[in-house]
């Protein structure tokens, strides 16, 4: 389905990011910018000007994006709670031996996998332990990479959202830290925060243009999920002077900003959910990120598996590991450029000038359900 958003301003004004998290995450071990891709091939192929993909199948050791959230998030929210002991580090080491005094804190966090794996493994980073929440259903392979960096994995019976309340609760019992890209009434500081960390990566899609020689894209497609890495996009390029389109990608079966965006409110999507695309399967958009959703993308588009699974393998031909949600601005782009959808490419002005971003958010997050649809 492609939903042309009536609530959608073109001067919605967001604050202007800075680059801090950026500096922050080249402090970090195995930091390198992630590749973005010039790809002629999917130029040609959707007669375009440029095709764009930015990689993010290695990030900081994981296969997903998540850890630029899931770090600088923790790093802002310890800061705020023993702002003596994060000054004055140059190295993560070091920053880890003046948290040992913390060893007794316990990071809390629900996810479908790459959030929950990211948290998992900056607990381990900073000296401290993680507490990670699954949905039941959840892949044994995500689960599994969780706990292979030291985290307790809890199974919920019920959605991600579920999830999401049960480590609320549970954190909030425990005198710990949750550290969510989920926000709600009461909970809306630390979701900020990872929000912002999330931007490191569209600077670095702003960097490899300016090496390149290239001009910025005139479009851009972005998952969706619960809202928050859709609104690092909508703050970055809504602050530019020159403003991309930019179109919000979900699955057909859990197209909860799309409806609530419909609906002029915030409105449940009740599951369980059972998309492969399993990083966009939430029930609700976060409440810090609405306002994002609601006046900062132009249009949305909901795919179905079968376009995900279409998207992964032609990425694949040409070399590019991305997994079922990463894959899905892809997906949604072969949505637009289909037989029936001619229409809307007249609507979102794209031509042979337009050059066109795409977010690949993660590589081969479940191994097992990789090779078996892409062989």
């Known amino acids: 389905m492609i939903f042309f958003n009536r609530s959608f301003e073109p001067n919605f004004s967001t604050e202007i990011p800075t680059r801090s998290p950026l500096k922050f995450h080249k402090r970090l071990p195995e930091?390198?910018?992630?590749?973005?891709?010039?790809?002629?091939?999917?130029?040609?192929r959707f007669g375009v000007s440029r095709v764009f993909v930015k990689d993010e199948s290695q990030r900081l050791g994981l296969p997903a994006f998540k850890i630029l959230g899931a770090s600088w998030g923790t790093y802002r929210a310890l800061s705020e709670r023993y702002p003596d002991l994060t000054k004055d580090w140059s190295s993560v080491d070091e920053l880890a031996k003046k948290l040992r005094s913390c060893r007794a804190l316990v990071l809390y966090s629900a996810t479908d996998g790459n959030h929950g794996r990211a948290v998992a493994r900056v607990a381990k980073m900073f000296g401290l332990r993680a507490c990670i929440y699954v949905p039941k259903g959840t892949a044994d392979a995500r689960s599994s990479a969780i706990m292979s960096e030291g985290a307790t994995v809890t199974i919920v019976n019920g959605t991600y959202d579920d999830a999401v309340a049960q480590a609320a609760h549970d954190a909030e019992e425990g005198n710990g830290l949750l550290i969510q890209d989920n926000s709600w009434k009461g909970y809306e500081i630390i979701p900020r925060y990872v929000i912002e960390g999330y931007s490191t990566m569209l600077w670095e899609i702003d960097d490899a243009l300016e090496a390149?020689?290239?001009?910025?894209?005139?479009?851009?497609?972005?998952?969706?999920?619960?809202?928050?890495?859709a609104e690092a996009v909508?703050?970055?390029?809504?602050?530019?002077?020159?403003?991309?389109?930019?179109i919000g990608v979900e699955p057909d079966s859990a197209a909860c900003a799309l409806e609530s965006v419909r609906a002029g409110k915030i409105v449940k999507v009740s599951g369980p959910h059972t998309s492969i695309m399993v990083g966009m399967n939430c029930d609700s958009p976060s409440l810090v990120s609405w306002q994002a959703l609601l006046?900062?993308?132009?249009?949305?588009?909901?795919?179905s598996d079968e376009r995900a699974k279409e998207a992964m393998k032609l990425f694949a031909q040409h070399n590019i590991v991305?997994?079922?949600?990463?894959?899905?601005?892809m997906g949604a782009l072969l949505e637009i450029f289909s037989e029936e959808n001619q229409t809307a490419q007249k609507q979102l002005h794209i031509n042979s000038q337009s050059r066109i971003l795409v977010i690949s958010t993660e590589g081969a997050t479940d191994p097992n359900s990789y090779q078996s649809i892409v062989g």
């Open 322 to 329: 991305s997994g079922e949600t990463g894959a899905a601005g």
């Open 234 to 246: 909508v703050r970055h390029y809504r602050a530019k002077r020159s403003q991309p389109g930019i």
């Open 295 to 303: 006046k900062g993308i132009d249009c949305y588009v909901s795919i």
């Open 212 to 229: 390149m020689d290239e001009q910025q894209p005139t479009h851009v497609l972005v998952q969706i999920g619960n809202g928050s890495f």
């Open 31 to 44: 930091y390198k910018p992630t590749p973005l891709h010039s790809l002629l091939q999917f130029a040609e």
